[in-house]
């Protein structure tokens, strides 16, 4: 992947509980069999059924084999026909239960789908005038700021162009909340809009989260009950639910992961209620083939053909030749044919849906479990929903550069940072971590993170082969690079991660000299020795974690604040006792109690304490 990040770190993770257990074989695998997968009434579409048997073994049987999954579901509909709909694996591998047809999975952010339909829904019962209203004329528990003078639009909220920050503090406590959401829960939790609403789309869980709060304010029904009145129950989807037990409930499945370590259950981390409208459905097969059937048309007293193309208009993007953004659902162009699909990711399960109202045809594919609580790219759905397509449109082949490139690479030459991070809170510290680097390669191509790009069109560039699915496609534009799900934005000096984190460490080990203190004389050594005691702390609890295997990120989703309360209590120890070293320095020397160079060093250690304080405050730990 020639732009390496977490884009979508789950809406909801939670500190990795390590349990063991007794090494115990995965439940026997079901034979995947050809006559599980229907030869069609209709007989007229492309898809034959030794294609589709071809595509379960590679996507289901493989990574199940291979334990890179647990369990897993494969849901393909045709031409109103329902090809395949089948779970597979262990409900719990470690017990050697075997999976059921109502064992249930999380579809994560596949959620956003129908929060989107929500939406739509109550603008066909006449609740909600249009997509462009302001969502403040809706919203009576909570009011979305307007920083920018422009307020926040509904069709803003569900194309992730609403300006959000992306923080992910208490995500996923596990405990429950009130339903629906206090006025102070909401105002507590709810992020900041940080940049102009519709400048950019950059995916945030939010801007739906904020829907599902509309939803509840405009239909005086929790979130849960209308799309179970308005959505599940009209389809006739009985084992599907809006998740809102922090146990799961019986029907969901446990997935299991396996690493050098054994075999383990990941945390049993479930959204709280006020992130339901963004991740935490849960679902059986062939209740995703009834969704599937009335996504793409099928089921008009329940989605209607107008309900459908409101859905599939494009609301945002950030290029026009990328994918676009419409209300829960993103399009992007296969061959010719538009294909709508939504991932999903969430501690334990990996999801993915697409579907070609053009072709009549679609696919749902759900893994559990793997090598770790996100799994592997070996069990990747998204490359599986993909692959799944391209049997449909064609394989799609990479752009032809341009014979001459018009565009000037030299003037794009600069480090970029995201926008999918958090800002205004402590979380931000992870923001700065990390930034894409843009350079010239000594053959005069663009290269981005090291890798070669050609220009494919006027500001368009197309990275090297990605495996089985086709090369990034990266667009410029005034100071900032164009992805199809977030946007990067170009950084110079402190604000750049590669100058900030270099200067930060510099300064963190000069304070952490400070300790030298101890062996010293006079009352500025307390001094000295307090801020080189908090730099190591720090360097501990804060810095050291990015550089290894443990994501600290995790206990933030997880609501557990301590890393982040140690950093301002060393923040607060640096400014105050950076100026009291810097004056009993002073005093010690005219006291005649340290000599020249411990005068220096002191003045030295105090001075990098104030510049840590000054790092700390503008990423939020004093405040």
Do not use: C
């Not at 992910?168 to 406590?173: D, H, I, L, R, V």
């Not at 995916?203 to 209308?226: C, F, H, K, Q, R």
């Not at 070293?581 to 020397?589: E, F, H, I, T």
């Amino acid at each position: 992947m020639p732009v390496t990040r977490n884009l979508f770190l789950p809406l909801v993770s939670a500190v990795l509980l390590w349990i063991g257990f007794s090494t115990s074989a995965l439940a026997a695998e079901p034979e995947l069999e050809d006559s599980r997968i229907s030869d069609g009434a209709n007989g007229d579409g492309p898809l034959r059924a030794e294609d589709i048997a071809q595509w379960v073994e590679e996507r289901i049987a493989r990574p199940l084999d291979e334990r890179n999954a647990s369990a897993a579901m494969a849901v393909i509909v045709e031409d109103g026909d329902v090809r395949l709909a089948q779970q597979y694996g262990a409900r719990d591998a470690i017990k050697g239960e075997p999976i059921g047809p109502d064992d249930q999975f999380i579809i994560a952010s596949v959620t956003k789908t129908f929060t989107g339909l929500a939406i739509l829904k109550l603008i066909e019962e006449g609740k909600i005038a249009a997509l462009d209203d302001p969502a403040n004329r809706y919203l009576e528990r909570w009011k979305i700021p307007a920083p920018y003078g422009d307020e926040v639009t509904i069709g803003q909220l569900a194309a992730h162009n609403a300006g959000f920050e992306g923080p992910g503090f208490g995500s996923a406590t596990g405990t429950q909340k009130n339903v629906p959401a206090s006025p102070q829960f909401l105002n507590r939790m709810m992020p900041t809009v940080v940049r102009r609403p519709g400048r950019d789309v950059s995916y945030a869980n939010y801007g739906i989260v904020a829907l599902g709060i509309l939803i509840e304010d405009v239909s005086g029904m929790t979130y849960a009950d209308y799309v179970r009145t308005r959505l599940l129950e009209p389809l006739g989807m009985d084992n599907t639910i809006v998740n809102y037990d922090p146990t799961g409930g019986p029907a969901l499945l446990h997935p299991v992961i396996w690493d050098e370590d054994g075999e383990r259950y990941p945390p049993r981390v479930i959204n709280d209620p006020y992130n339901g409208p963004a991740g935490s459905i849960q679902t059986t097969a062939n209740d995703m083939a009834t969704y599937l059937q009335a996504l793409l048309g099928h089921r008009p007293d329940v989605l209607s053909p107008e309900l459908l193309a409101a859905q599939r208009a494009p609301l945002a993007t950030n290029d026009v030749r990328l994918e676009e953004a419409g209300p829960g659902v993103f399009a992007t162009n296969f061959n010719g044919t538009k294909v709508y699909a939504h991932g999903g990711l969430f501690v334990g399960f990996r999801t993915s849906l697409a579907w070609a109202p053009d072709k009549d045809v679609g696919v749902f594919i759900a893994y559990a479990g793997g090598t770790d609580a996100f799994g592997s790219t070996d069990s990747n759905p998204g490359i599986a929903t993909d692959v799944f397509m391209e049997l449909v449109t064609g394989k799609r082949q990479p752009l032809k550069p341009l014979a001459k490139p018009l565009t000037d690479v030299q003037s794009l030459v600069g480090d970029y940072q995201g926008a999918l991070r958090a800002i205004t809170t402590r979380e931000a510290i992870y923001g700065m971590t990390r930034a894409t680097k843009v350079r010239v390669g000594d053959d005069g191509r663009l290269t981005i993170n090291g890798d070669p790009y050609d220009e494919v069109a006027p500001g368009l560039f197309q990275g090297p082969p990605r495996g089985e699915r086709p090369p990034w496609l990266i667009s410029f534009q005034e100071g900032r690079m164009n992805f199809t799900k977030f946007v990067d934005y170009k950084v110079e000096g402190l604000a750049n991660p590669n100058v900030f984190m270099p200067t930060a460490l510099a300064l963190l080990a000069l304070a952490a000299t400070g300790l030298a203190g101890l062996v010293g004389r006079g009352p500025s050594r307390w001094a000295s020795t307090g801020i080189g005691l908090a730099a190591i702390v720090v360097a501990a609890v804060l810095v050291w974690p990015l550089y290894t295997d443990f994501n600290p990120t995790f206990e933030l989703f997880a609501g557990s604040t301590w890393r982040w309360d140690i950093g301002s209590v060393a923040a607060w120890i640096w400014l105050i006792a950076g100026f009291f070293g810097l004056g009993l320095s002073v005093v010690d020397r005219r006291r005649g109690s340290i000599g020249s160079l411990a005068l220096v060093h002191r003045l030295l250690v105090s001075v990098a304490a104030l510049g840590l304080a000054w790092f700390a405050a503008g990423l939020n730990f004093l405040w």
